[in-house]
């Protein structure tokens, strides 16, 4: 069949609007559920990829923004080998543990179980927050303000001092991840419409119980898993934008969800867990993860950045940029945020178009790749067709555009406007 055709077939969804879409299924919990957040892509998704390109586990496929590792765990359910970057510290460490399936599944729980039974009988006897161990107060000012309450806050604290000392060289990461799903579902943050902290406090939490409850989980997944569990993968803590690490030539296939234009902070989705795991313990530590990732909000921008000199030799770009400026101004709008609406968009596209040049050495002649992107219009309500305007980037490259495929289409909450998602299907020619 045509290589096209196929691709339309493999990706064809009856009924775009439909929210489950982007949803796990519960027959995809296992693994994938260990640590995600609210910007994964579903593991369907990844199949009807892998199948659209008939990759095959003597191949190798890369997801250069791998964030907690949906293409990867996929990849290594279905025994293809498989490497990951990821900039962002938490999300890397998530994937990256993800990912260690060589691990004593009973051996692992016991060990949960005699951490607990030790954190228990402690908390009984000191039961009162406020006492040791506490957050440190530069790591404490990144956090929201209430973003969890003193109580739960003060068990999970306990909790991860117990497991930092009885530190266990097969189970520490795996200890540590299940801390921090169970430091979200303890927490008062809220991911929709935006990240932020909601009006409900939680002024307590079983945050004993939750965690062993994923550690049990995690361990009745690797027990599902072992059969798959020798093929090769590895996540990178790096930036998309400068691939210089990986091997040259050593790629088949690329299936991603990049970020988007879209005024979100990719820290504040991580940033609880990313703090109490101490990947985060001060502002500049902060600023230094956010300088590795690419510009895709006004909070985040550089004096010294430089991504938009990527951007000028892409007309429609530079356009856009200009739109967004001026309707700035026929609005009236005059935050310092709002002024850099244009630059971030110029920001953003030269960033993807480092990122696509970067690519090119480490892929093999002839790999296919996937790009999920969304359409966005929070930049003062004007239209950014993201995928269009990233095929064109990437054809200036020498990639050939295979098809634009729509995945599903998302209500804008400001203008009730259908925004696509689409998979950009490409081909580098070499
Ligand atoms: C939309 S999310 C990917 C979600 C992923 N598909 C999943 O299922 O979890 C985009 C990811 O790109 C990462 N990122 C942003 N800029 C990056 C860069 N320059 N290099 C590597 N990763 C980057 C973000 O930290 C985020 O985790």
Redesign the pocket.
């Known amino acids: 069949m045509d290589n096209c055709l196929q691709i339309a077939n493999c990706l064809s969804s009856p009924n775009p609007s439909q929210r489950s879409l982007n949803q796990l299924t519960a027959s995809d919990r296992a693994v994938h559920d260990w640590y ?2 609210i ?4 593991p369907h998704l990844v199949r009807q990829c892998l199948e659209a390109f008939q990759i095959t586990p003597q191949q190798r496929v890369l ?9 990867l765990v996929e990849c290594k359910k279905l025994g293809v080998p498989c490497i990951g ?4 510290p938490m ?1 890397q460490f998530a ?1 990256q543990t993800k990912l260690s399936w060589q691990i004593d599944a009973a051996a692992l729980l016991q060990h949960a179980q005699q951490i607990v039974e030790t954190v228990s009988s402690d908390l009984a006897l000191f039961p009162a927050e406020g006492l040791h161990p506490t957050l440190d107060p530069e790591a404490e000012k990144l956090l929201f303000k209430d973003a969890i309450s003193h109580r739960p806050l003060h068990k999970l604290l306990r909790l991860l001092k117990e497991v930092e000392q009885r530190s266990h060289p097969q189970f520490y990461h795996h200890e540590r991840l299940a801390l921090a799903k169970v430091a979200v579902l303890a927490s008062n943050l809220r991911f929709a419409p935006e990240i932020g902290v909601s009006r409900q406090r939680k002024t307590d939490a079983p945050v004993l119980r939750l965690w062993l409850e994923a550690v049990q989980i995690m361990a009745s997944d690797l027990l599902q898993v072992s059969p798959q569990r020798r093929s090769p993968s590895q996540v990178y803590l ?4 400068c691939l210089d690490q990986l091997q040259p030539g050593s790629i088949d296939a690329v299936i ?5 234009p879209n005024e979100k902070d ?2 504040r ?2 940033r609880l867990e990313s703090v109490l795991l101490g990947f985060l313990q001060n502002k500049a530590e902060l600023r230094a993860v956010k300088q ?3 510009r ?1 909000n006004s909070r985040s921008i550089y004096s010294q950045d430089t991504d938009d000199q990527w951007s000028l030799g892409y007309p429609e770009v530079l356009q856009l940029a200009q739109e967004i400026e001026r309707r700035r101004q026929a609005w009236g709008k005059t935050s310092g945020f709002s002024r850099l609406y244009g630059r971030a968009t110029r920001l953003y596209f030269g ?1 993807m178009a480092k ?1 696509f040049a970067s690519l090119r050495p480490v892929l093999k002649p002839g790999a296919l790749l996937a790009y ?1 992107v969304g359409d966005q219009a929070s930049y003062l309500r004007v239209h950014i067709q993201t995928g269009r305007l990233l095929a064109e980037i990437a054809q200036s490259l020498g990639y050939e555009l295979v098809d634009i495929h729509l995945f599903r289409t998302r209500r804008a909450s400001k203008t009730e406007v259908d925004l696509r998602e689409e998979v950009i299907v490409l081909r580098w020619r070499g």
């Not at 997801?63 to 293409?71: C, E, L, Q």
């Not at 970057?85 to 962002?88: H, I, P």
């Not at 790096?238 to 934008?241: E, S, T, V």
């Open positions: 995600r957040f910007l994964s892509f579903p997801d250069p923004f791998s964030g907690t590792g949906t293409t970057t990821e900039a962002n999300a994937s790096c930036d998309a934008r991603t969800s990049p970020p988007y990719y820290t989705a991580t590795q990732l690419l895709s960033g990122h999920v």
